[in-house]
């Protein structure tokens, strides 16, 4: 993958706060990063551009509790190529194996350092 | 970014800024022909991209609200533009139909509202997704000029705006996609292309405009085929209408 587009991040997360976070955080760390809050936000992010990587909350706020398996399979759909992490405090192995049949490489339990969180993505863009 | 319920403050008027870009007549000395109205979402989020602003209205099931909510405002705001100059909007096919017949009649309220004279608009249809009724559609364009609009097909070249469409819009204008006119100059398949949609708008009683010009190249490759109405940054990008101020209109007219 090149360079720019391994360095194209798109985070969703309902929680502003750690949204924010995370967006300076990786900012920092020389990612171009777009965030959403909404499942139809980050839809209509992935329909007009490219990302390398996408790091997305399990539960939004909407109306359903898997709506980031929504945008992973979104994701999926649009790069074959993409790095997805997918966070949650509902870790399961049901949702474990859901996860890996939809082409997420790391399900991460909330919370999470940020600076983990960076190595864990840079493990897999290396 | 915006904040979470972004639905409900994305549709409110002050979250919506309506830009304008001019389309000349090159015909004689570069001349205003009209002004297309164009809406962001707030500057600095997502939205500001026409592009995820609508796909996101569409996934949300608000597009044709969207575009009514836009199409009202770009008419309110075009009140300083000169009343030479036709006004143009932009709507998706399905919201024609989706209304039930209510379109036509609330886009004539818009029109009295704003005080613009029907024979000044030009609807400038386009479609991106394939969620409309294709029976009702041509009869809500037969609708659209029996108040005495005038319809355009948009993004010609691309997407849905195709051989069909034609048929069911039966528009006065064909506009072209960017895509086709960016590099005209010097790519043969672009012109040949060109060529060909400028032949067939003249058999199907319809008149071209080609958008996204940016080079004096492409534009002399465009006079050579014989199109007489562009639009781009070459000429002017879209900005609020009262960034274009009565003395810029004027020297608009006389030279560009």
């Given amino acids: ?126 | 970014m915006v904040p979470p319920t972004h639905l409900d403050t994305l549709l409110r008027p002050e979250s919506i800024r309506t830009l304008f870009q001019p389309i000349y007549d090159i015909a004689g000395d570069p001349s205003v022909f009209a002004f297309e109205g164009l809406s962001r979402g707030p500057a600095g989020s997502n939205f500001e991209s026409p592009d995820i602003f609508f796909s996101y209205a569409r996934h949300k099931r608000a597009e044709h609200l969207l575009d009514r909510i836009c199409i009202g405002l770009v008419l309110e705001r075009s009140r300083d533009l000169p009343r030479e100059a036709r006004i143009s909007v932009n709507v998706h096919a399905s919201t024609l139909t989706a209304g039930g017949g209510t379109f036509a009649p609330f886009l004539a309220a818009e029109l009295h509202r704003a005080g613009v004279e029907p024979s000044r608009l030009i609807v400038e249809v386009v479609e991106h997704a394939l969620a409309w009724n294709p029976h009702d559609y041509a009869a809500s364009v037969d609708e659209l000029r029996a108040i005495g609009v005038d319809v355009a097909l948009d993004d010609i070249g691309v997407g849905l705006s195709n051989y069909r469409m034609m048929i069911d819009t039966r528009p006065s204008y064909l506009k072209i996609d960017r895509y086709l006119v960016a590099g005209c100059a010097f790519d043969s398949r672009r012109s040949v292309i060109l060529e060909s949609i400028y032949e067939l708008a003249e058999k199907l009683a319809a008149t071209v405009i080609a958008e996204g010009i940016e080079t004096e190249a492409d534009l002399a490759r465009l006079r050579t085929i014989g199109i007489r109405f562009v639009q781009g940054f070459l000429f002017s990008p879209p900005q609020p209408a009262a960034a274009f101020t009565r003395h810029e209109l004027e020297s608009l007219r006389a030279t560009s």
């Avoid at chain 1, 929680?15 to 171009?32: G, I």
Wanted: proline share 4%.
């Fill in chain 1, 1 to 126: 993958m090149e360079r720019a587009l391994s360095r194209s991040l798109l985070i969703v997360d309902d929680e502003l706060p750690l949204l924010m976070a995370m967006k300076d955080y990786f900012t920092h760390f020389a990612y171009d990063v777009d965030c959403a809050t909404e499942l139809e936000e980050a839809v209509a992010l992935i329909e007009h551009r490219r990302y390398g990587l996408l790091i997305c909350d399990l539960r939004l706020n909407g109306t359903s509790d898997r709506e980031g398996l929504n945008i992973v399979s979104m994701m999926r759909q649009s790069s074959r190529s993409a790095r997805i992490v997918l966070l949650t405090a509902h870790n399961s192995p049901d949702l474990a194996h859901e996860a890996s049949q939809l082409g997420v490489h790391l399900l991460v339990n909330k919370p999470i350092p940020l600076p983990h969180l960076r190595e864990l993505i840079e493990s897999l863009t290396d």
